[in-house]
Structure formats: C-alpha cells, structure tokens
C-alpha cells in the first residue's frame, strides 16, 4: 500500500531531530554531573524522571479512552499517542539506576533509620526496598505490555485494514484502563507520596492522573503544533482537532484544580498533625515554598482558566501552543513542589541538577519519540474511522 506523503515524517528530518535531542542530552547530563553533588543529582534525576513518565501515562490513558469510546475525531492524532505511550519503555530504563539513589531520595529504604521510627515499622510490609522494586518494575512490564499490545494491533490494521482489530481493541480498552488505573495509582504512592512517608492522602493517585493527564494533552498539542510548522500533518490535524484537544486540557485542568482544592481542604478541616505538616511545610508564610503554592494556584488553575476557557482561545493556533506550553511547563512546577521540599524545607533547592537532569533525560525521551515517529506512518491510515476524523467539525 502506498502511504500519502502527508502523513509520514521523513527520515532524513526524523534522523536530524534524533542527533539533536541526543546531542541536548549530553549537555544536560554534562550540566548536571559537573555542577551538582549526590544529593541534588538524585533530586533532579527524580524529578525528571516522574514528568516524562507522566506524558507517557497521560498517552497510554488517551489511547485505552479513544478506544473505549469508539472516538472518531482523534484517529489523526491517536498514533502521534501511541508514540508517547510507547515511550514508557524508555523510562524503564531510567527507573533502573535508582538502584545508586534509594537512600539518597527515600528515607524508609534506610533500614537503621527506619527501626528508629514506628510508623515505618508499621509501614515496612510495604514500604521495604525488594518489595518496591518489585512493584515498579511490575507497573512498567504492565504499562509497556498494554502499550505494546494497542500499537502492535494499530500497526497491523495499517498494513491490513481489517476492522476487526479496531473492535478488539474497543473490547479490551476498558479492562486495560482498569488496570492502568490502579497501578497508576500505586505508582504515585510508591515514587511520590512515600518520599515523605509519614503523610498519605486517598486522593493523591487521582491527583496525580490529572496532572498525567495534562502534560500529555499539552505535550500532544504543542508537538502537533510544531510539526504543523514544518508542514506536517498541516492539512490532516485541522483547527478542529485542535479545539477538541483544547476542551480537554482544559477539562482535565479544571479536574487537576479541583482535585488539588479538596486535597487540601480535607486535610486542613480533619487537622491531624501527620496530614497538616505536609502543607505547612509548603504553604508557611515567609517560606519560598509559599510562592511555588502560589505560582501553582494562579499558574496552574487561574490563568489558563480564563485565557483558555473561550471557543476563539482553543481554535486560535498562537494562543493554543501558548497555553499548552504553559500548562505543560506546570505539572512540571508542581512535581517540583511534591518533591524537593522533602529534601530542602526551608529553600528551593535548585541546582544544575534539574536543569541538567531534565535536558538530560528529555533529550533521550524526545529522540526516541522522533525515531519511532520516522519509522511508522503517522496516521493509522488505514483505520475504518478515519474518513470520519479527517472531515471532523465541531458544531
């Protein structure tokens, strides 16, 4: 079958964009293990790592949801998806030298200071190191077989059209999103809640899907975006698409937002010491973490919920890749203030670390995603909705 032009990414270009991130990671790298100690390479490492795990959550999430609600509009942009859900094979990678860092990030795994501490003596059935590498290495082997499962069938279909696996992955999305749903979740206790392992809140693995789901639709829009300057996909992802992406970012932003409120308000009412300490920590008056509170509040939630909320903001390209790269920019902020507090309470704890960190490991993320991008078409061309995606119009 011969592929239209319009819906592949060349290899020449494929292959530039590849040396380009790798060489923006061993700068980043060389940023990092040249300007920082043990303790901030593992803070930035960390950090880095938990943001490109997120966008790849956030895809596989979209793909399993475009299947179970048999999605039309989405088919043009659901491979580009794919591609990020495929990337957390990548940071399984990452996950692996972890193995150097466990008692530089997570207190419980030291087992002298934990026979001091009762509550992690209460908490050591789970909270013990076998156990946590066990579970982390089941989420990615789950995660990737899931993803690799949805591509290997999206692929097949290219080659021979057959609708039937369109309806085999329609039937077993929603198992899979179960599935995803509570590893997810897990995960976000295991790598973020368990960093200060004296405090725990029922709401955070939900928490933490919101802002997975936010970093990937900003991702997926300004990388859209960006190729569409480059004259790819330009006549195929229409300001149509882009409007239904907007209401979903800024869905899912209104969700993240409300989520983060209640988060906070049932700690503040119940007052229990374990539960408090956390967001005194963070919100102390004087404190510099009060203005990453902040930043959060107005940055995150206030000021895409005015710029972005209107129909002409959505479908307005400037404005959109604006707003997508902000609110890509702030889970971004808000991992930071999950995490470094933790370790540095009374200061931001910046270093060349995380900027090193992130350039380090989004330089490997994002050249991975390029390959897979120059090596696979990008549109599911032959899918039996796809007619009806590229004529999509919002009413």
């Known amino acids: 079958m011969k592929i239209d032009a319009q819906y592949l990414l060349s290899k020449a270009l494929g292959l530039r964009l590849v040396f380009g991130f790798l060489a923006i990671a061993v700068v980043g790298f060389a940023i990092a293990f040249l300007g920082s100690n043990n303790a901030a390479l593992w803070q930035g490492y960390w950090l880095a790592f938990i943001f490109y795990t997120a966008i790849s959550l956030g895809g596989l999430y979209f793909v399993l949801m475009q299947h179970l609600t048999r999605s039309g509009w989405s088919v043009v942009v659901r491979r580009l998806s794919e591609h990020f859900m495929r990337n957390i094979w990548i940071m399984l990678l990452f996950l692996l030298p972890l193995i150097f860092g466990m008692h530089d990030l997570f207190s419980w795994s030291d087992t002298a200071h934990a026979a001091h501490d009762p509550i992690l003596q209460a908490k050591a059935p789970y909270l ?25 069938l999206s692929r097949k279909q290219d080659s021979t059209g057959n609708p039937e696996l369109t309806a085999n992955l329609q039937a077993k999305a929603g198992i899979a999103l179960v599935v995803y749903g509570l590893t997810q979740t897990f995960a976000s206790f295991d790598w973020l809640m368990s960093l200060s392992p004296h405090w725990f809140s029922t709401l955070f693995g939900v928490y933490f899907f919101a802002g997975t789901a936010v ?20 006549k195929v992802v229409t300001v149509e698409h882009y409007h239904d992406i907007g209401k979903l970012l800024y869905g899912y932003m209104m969700f993240w937002g409300y989520l983060a409120f209640s988060q906070l308000m049932v700690i503040w009412i119940s007052n229990i010491p374990e539960e408090g300490a956390w967001y005194i ?7 510099p973490w009060q203005w990453v509170t902040i930043l959060l509040a107005v940055g995150y939630f206030v000021i895409p919920f005015f710029l972005f909320m209107s129909r002409h903001a959505k479908r307005n390209l400037v404005v959109h890749f604006a707003i997508a790269l902000w609110l890509m920019a702030m889970p971004l902020v808000d991992y930071f203030w999950i995490i470094q507090p933790n370790f540095t309470p009374t200061s ?31 549109v599911p061309v032959q899918d039996p909705r796809l007619s009806e995606s590229l004529h999509f119009e919002n009413f």
């Open 215 to 234: 970093v990937f639709l900003a991702a997926l829009s300004v990388t859209l975006l960006i190729l569409r300057s480059r004259g790819i996909l330009a």
């Open 128 to 152: 013990n190191v076998p156990f946590f590498w066990i579970r982390s290495i089941g989420y990615f082997l789950i995660w990737g077989g899931i993803a690799a499962y949805f591509f290997a």
């Open 348 to 378: 931001l704890g910046l270093s060349w670390a995380h900027l090193g960190m992130f350039l380090g490991v989004g330089g490997v993320y994002f050249a991975a995603l390029c390959w897979q991008m120059s090596a696979h078409p990008l």
């Open 281 to 287: 920590v963070r919100g102390s008056y004087g404190s």
